[in-house]
């Protein structure tokens, strides 16, 4: 019989003897009004925890343990917890050129088998999946090398899909800021690449195997990217590359072999806006610059003329300041200014 069965016998029996006592009691009405109101109690109680989805919640959380949250779970010490890994990328938030940094909301799909998270779906009344708490389990460490600055959601996921074979599956969001180097030579129309690079900061190859979650040949999802006309950045492409055998530089594991999961998003500048601004006043400004060469050297309107297209120049360049970096080279569109 399953546990909801054995719970169901023993309020049943306790409610028989609060009948029985019931029955039996000659005292005042008090005694009898305590015995009624403890019947309620129990009828309520059972009607809201004694559901099958909350039995096997119970099942789970009596079954594992607290010491179970920090170790692997896996019945076999020298066997391998096997991770599957997928990034769905929701929204491009900002790519700061000065600041080479790359700012992106991100949902990450994190799916491992847990030993001690099992039950009987017969005993559950054909329960298949449940909800729980992640912080009342064990979850792979998996963190995005030389993270800057990562910010949580306003509504962060903080449950876990568990299945009765095991299965569990999580899907931690938050908003994700890594360096990203910007390469201004053909600014406005430049095209960048940013990587993200993913991995486990305390468990080896051998006790953690982290793999993609493949999907058409992909594990990273843009399919669900949503953008907007005022979006500055678009995605043009995605890579995926998979490292083993990568030694972290850290004075613990010196010799054991980490992996690591590394993306690669390709951008595209939307450059409308940008073209008007930059290069339709700067055609201009040369096709005045050509008619002033036919005004007399002694003119004073050749002067004021060459004054205000160099003050204009000077503008032009002080946009195109605002986005390259400091240190990097001048783009091409700033050179043709000096033309």
Not at 174 to 193: A, E, R
């Amino acid at each position: 019989m399953g546990r909801v069965g054995e719970n169901g016998n023993r309020i049943l029996a306790s409610l028989l003897n609060c009948y029985l006592i019931y029955n039996s009691s000659k005292s005042s009405y008090f005694i009898k009004f305590v015995l009624i109101g403890l019947i309620f109690n129990i009828f309520i109680e059972n009607k809201i925890e004694g559901t099958y989805e909350g039995s096997v919640v119970q099942h789970l959380e009596s079954q594992y343990k607290k010491s179970h949250r920090f170790a692997r779970p896996v019945l076999n010490e020298s066997a391998a917890v096997y991770v599957t890994f997928r990034l769905n990328i929701k929204r491009l938030l900002d790519l700061k050129a000065k600041e080479h940094a790359l700012t992106a909301l991100i949902e990450l799909s994190i799916i491992w088998y847990d030993e001690y998270l099992k039950w009987n779906e017969a005993d559950y009344h054909g329960i298949r999946r449940v909800q729980i708490d992640n912080t009342q389990i064990w979850k792979p460490t998996i963190r995005i090398i030389q993270l800057i600055k990562k910010e949580q959601d306003e509504s962060p996921i903080t449950e876990v899909i568990v299945e009765s074979t095991g299965r569990v599956s999580w899907y931690p969001r938050g908003i994700y800021t890594t360096p990203c180097h910007v390469d201004v030579t053909y600014f406005p129309y430049d095209k960048q690449v940013c990587k993200l690079s993913f991995g486990n900061w305390v468990h080896t190859n051998k006790e953690v195997f982290l793999k993609f979650a493949k999907w058409d040949n992909l594990s990273i999802d843009t399919f669900r990217y949503t953008t907007s006309k005022g979006d500055e950045w678009e995605i043009t492409k995605t890579e995926q590359r998979l490292i083993r055998n990568v030694k972290y530089q850290m004075i613990c594991c010196l010799k054991e072999d980490f992996t690591i999961l590394e993306f690669k998003i390709y951008l595209k500048r939307n450059a409308a806006l940008l073209s008007i601004v930059l290069l339709l006043p700067c055609c201009i400004l040369m096709m005045i610059n050509l008619l002033a060469a036919f005004l007399p050297p002694s003119s004073y309107e050749k002067i004021s003329l060459a004054l205000s297209i160099f003050l204009s120049y000077f503008v032009l360049l002080l946009i195109v300041v605002e986005h390259i970096p400091e240190g990097s080279k001048l783009p091409a569109v700033g050179k043709l200014f000096f033309l």
